[in-house]
């Protein structure tokens, strides 16, 4: 899926403002020593006497500084690798608070924290991945939490296949007893009981 021009959303986007993040289309776009700029904030460094590119300009969605840094609208939403891959996530993505997820190996009270932490990381992660660790920008980002979504969905379902495996082979054992008449106890499994 391709992402439409904030400006014309019947347009294709070819980038995105290195200002504000905003997506551009080639009639929106500035182009600055390789920088792409959107009219908007190129209109207004130009007001201001700032060029874009010059030392000293914070960018306006900076990211990796904490509560300081303002996310950008298009980070916002739920996050698929922040909710399969929890704590492993986390560790990659440098929120901390994810290792909380690793109660989850405690019964009963620490399934709850798990699955709660997996819901808080799935609401807020993108959020606090964008704070908390340094991006190029925000395709740079995108592209990035897409990959960690792929990994949780990869083993999920190869834990699956897995699970699913190892219960036909179990059957399958059980059957082969069951017909050899070795069903008896679990000794006779053993050879080499005495």
Same mark, same amino acid.
């Given at each position: 899926?391709?992402?439409?021009?904030?400006?014309?959303?019947?347009?294709?986007?070819?980038?995105?403002?290195?200002?504000?993040?905003?997506?551009?289309?080639?009639?929106?776009?500035?182009?600055?020593?390789?920088?792409?700029?959107?009219?908007?904030?190129?209109?207004?460094?130009?007001?201001?006497?700032?060029?874009?590119?010059?030392?000293?300009?914070?960018?306006?969605?900076?990211?990796?500084?904490?509560?300081?840094?303002?996310?950008?609208?298009?980070?916002?939403?739920?996050?698929?690798?922040?909710?399969?891959?929890?704590?492993? /996530? $986390?560790? %990659?993505?440098? =929120?901390?608070?994810?290792?909380? !997820? *690793?109660?989850?190996?405690?019964?009963? @009270?620490?399934?709850?924290?798990?699955?709660?932490?997996?819901?808080?990381?799935?609401?807020?992660?993108?959020?606090?991945?964008?704070?908390?660790?340094?991006?190029?920008?925000?395709?740079?980002?995108?592209?990035?939490?897409?990959?960690?979504?792929? /990994? $949780?969905? %990869?083993?999920? =379902?190869?834990?699956?296949?897995? !699970? *699913?495996?190892?219960?036909?082979?179990? @059957?399958?054992?059980?059957?082969?007893?069951?017909?050899?008449?070795?069903?008896?106890?679990?000794?006779?499994?053993?050879?080499?009981?005495?």
């Amino acid at each position: 899926m391709s992402m439409k021009c904030a400006i014309h959303p019947d347009r294709d986007a070819i980038g995105s403002c290195c200002s504000c993040g905003s997506f551009v289309c080639p009639e929106c776009k500035a182009d600055i020593g390789g920088q792409i700029y959107c009219n908007q904030c190129l209109e207004a460094r130009l007001k201001t006497g700032s060029w874009p590119g010059q030392t000293g300009i914070v960018e306006p969605y900076a990211s990796g500084m904490g509560a300081n840094s303002p996310v950008p609208p298009d980070i916002k939403g739920w996050s698929w690798g922040g909710f399969l891959l929890t704590w492993i /996530w $986390g560790l %990659g993505n440098n =929120v901390w608070i994810s290792l909380i !997820a *690793i109660l989850g190996f405690i019964p009963y @009270i620490g399934w709850v924290i798990s699955l709660t932490m997996r819901i808080i990381l799935g609401v807020r992660g993108n959020e606090w991945a964008w704070q908390h660790k340094k991006w190029d920008n925000i395709e740079h980002f995108q592209r990035t939490q897409r990959k960690w979504m792929w /990994w $949780g969905i %990869g083993i999920i =379902v190869a834990s699956i296949i897995f !699970a *699913i495996a190892l219960t036909v082979l179990l @059957i399958s054992l059980f059957m082969i007893a069951k017909t050899m008449g070795i069903d008896k106890s679990w000794q006779d499994l053993i050879p080499w009981h005495l």
